[in-house]
T-cell receptor, first 114, second 111 residues
Framework: DVKVTQSSRYLVKRTGEKVFLECVQD?????MFWYRQDPGLGLRLIYF???????EKGDIPEGYSVSREKKERFSLILESASTNQTSMYLC?????????????FGEGSRLTVL | RKEVEQDPGPFNVPEGATVAFNCTYS??????FFWYRQDCRKEPKLLMS???SGNEDGRFTAQLNRASQYISLLIRDSKLSDSATYLC????????????FGTGTRLKVLA
């Protein structure tokens, strides 16, 4: 079974803190994604990566950055957390390129920024 | 207009009922369509892909209507365990890595 593991299930941070969310997948998938999910807004794409060191902005990249130094690991960074970044963050990976393959999600990281 | 639209529900149905959800999408060139299931406070998981000819998996049937730009999910003989949120997902624009998610339709199956 494909496993996508997110390092932290629940985090509480203060405004202005730097936050790292880590995601690791064990199936050698090329594509990895970071989404946030908010009530009434659904899942929105923050960033994705289709190869090591490659990244592309999604629909809401402002306030976020990402890092993909190894194929299995995709990190989401909040340089200076703000209260409007309180959300559920979901990492996903997929094998086949160009939006045709199944997305496998991690369990999510629920971030609260005070 | 939203890129992918779903009725948020909730749909409250008795066990054994048949229930159908629709989802409309705005990009007529979209090629890949999916239904995901998400349980409360859990991650989404693929329920089924939607193929042009329609496809069935046990009690679940998915249909695609390209002319009207909607996909549907039919659940027959509903079980209590079918209670979840069903997410419609479309890849858009075609040839990109992006998946567009609907906000989901909530289903509650009642005993």
């Amino acid at each position: 079974d494909v496993k996508v593991t997110q390092s932290s299930r629940y985090l509480v941070k203060r405004t202005g803190e730097k936050v790292f969310l880590e995601c690791v997948q064990d199936m050698d998938h090329e594509n990895m994604f970071w989404y946030r999910q908010d009530p009434g807004l659904g899942l929105r794409l923050i960033y994705f990566s289709y190869d090591v060191k490659m990244k592309e902005k999604g629909d809401i990249p402002e306030g976020y950055s990402v890092s993909r130094e190894k194929k299995e690991r995709f990190s989401l960074i909040l340089e200076s957390a703000s209260t409007n970044q309180t959300s559920m963050y979901l990492c996903a990976s997929s094998l086949i390129g160009e939006g045709t393959g199944e997305l496998f999600f991690g369990e999510g990281s629920r971030l609260t920024v005070l | 207009r939203k890129e992918v639209e779903q009725d948020p529900g909730p749909f409250n149905v008795p066990e054994g009922a048949t229930v159908a959800f629709n989802c409309t999408y705005s990009n007529s060139a979209s090629q890949s369509f999916f239904w995901y299931r998400q349980d409360c406070r859990k991650e989404p998981k693929l329920l089924m892909s939607v193929y042009s000819s329609g496809n069935e998996d046990g009690r679940f049937t998915a249909q695609l209507n390209r002319a009207s730009q909607y996909i549907s999910l039919l659940i027959r003989d509903s079980k209590l365990s079918d209670s979840a949120t069903y997410l419609c997902v479309v890849n858009a624009p075609p040839g990109t890595y992006k998946y567009i998610f609907g906000t989901g339709t909530r289903l509650k199956v009642l005993a």
